[in-house]
């Protein structure tokens, strides 16, 4: 069974910049979540997709971010514009039967 | 609000030794619990999981966490560590059943020397 897809893999920016994430769950998983990784914390929850309506967007910064995931399946998130506190890995997670199962992450470096 | 302790933040052990890793939660009703593990380079991986019955769940690689409620606690053990066990660990709570999202702790990192 393939695994949640993410890319890029590394991305660096530069402040006031913008980026955009994709992310493929795993096949036939309704649920799809973006969370953030700062450096020395764990991933804390950024927005919650239930095939492509939003559940939980409670914890996004919605000045400057966005998420869609427009026919159920993958899902984009993005940042304009970038601050250096956005440096973080960007994890994507998918889940069917209340496991969470998590991407290889994209490593955002704002400069 | 629902936090979870990771109190160990920097773990160093030699071969062999045993390994207790702290979780602790703050959320008096039903909880789903998890430890998650990522090895260097690698994604995060599920390494156990507790959802209901025997509080005592055995994982992968040998690792096995107890629940104990009256204490809030999820603590994660392995009898005899492996330099290949050197990782970051993951405890994590679900305590809202109408959405599998996960709060984390900070995370204890572990290193094994041979």
């Known amino acids: 069974e393939a695994g949640v897809a993410q890319s890029p893999r590394y991305k660096i920016i530069e402040k006031r910049q913008s980026v955009a994430f994709w992310c493929n769950p795993i096949s036939g998983h309704a649920t799809l979540y973006w969370y953030q990784q700062i450096l020395g914390q764990g991933p804390k929850l950024l927005i919650q997709?239930?095939?492509?309506?939003?559940?939980?967007d409670s914890q996004l910064p919605k000045d400057r971010f966005s998420a869609e995931r427009l026919k159920g399946v993958d899902s984009t998130l993005k940042i304009q514009p970038a601050k250096l506190e956005d440096s973080a890995v960007y994890l994507c997670a998918s889940s069917a039967t209340g496991t969470s199962f998590f991407g290889p992450g994209t490593r955002l470096t704002v400069l | 609000a629902q936090s979870v302790s990771q109190h160990n933040h920097h773990v160093i052990l030699s071969e062999a030794a045993s390994l207790e890793l702290g979780c602790n939660y703050s959320?008096?009703?039903?909880?789903?619990l998890f430890w998650y593990v990522q090895y260097p380079g690698q994604h995060l991986q599920l390494l156990l999981k507790y959802f209901s019955g025997d509080p005592l769940v055995k994982g992968i690689k040998g690792f096995e966490a107890e629940f104990i409620k009256s204490k809030f606690s999820f603590n994660l053990r392995k009898p005899s560590v492996q330099w290949s066990d050197t990782a970051e660990y993951f405890c994590?709570?679900?305590?809202?059943?109408?959405?599998?999202?996960?709060?984390f702790g900070t995370g204890t990192r572990l290193q094994v020397f041979p």
């Open positions: 997709f239930q095939n492509n309506g939003v559940v939980d």
């Open positions: 994590a709570v679900n305590a809202d059943y109408n959405t599998d999202k996960l709060i």
């Open positions: 959320y008096g009703g039903t909880v789903n």
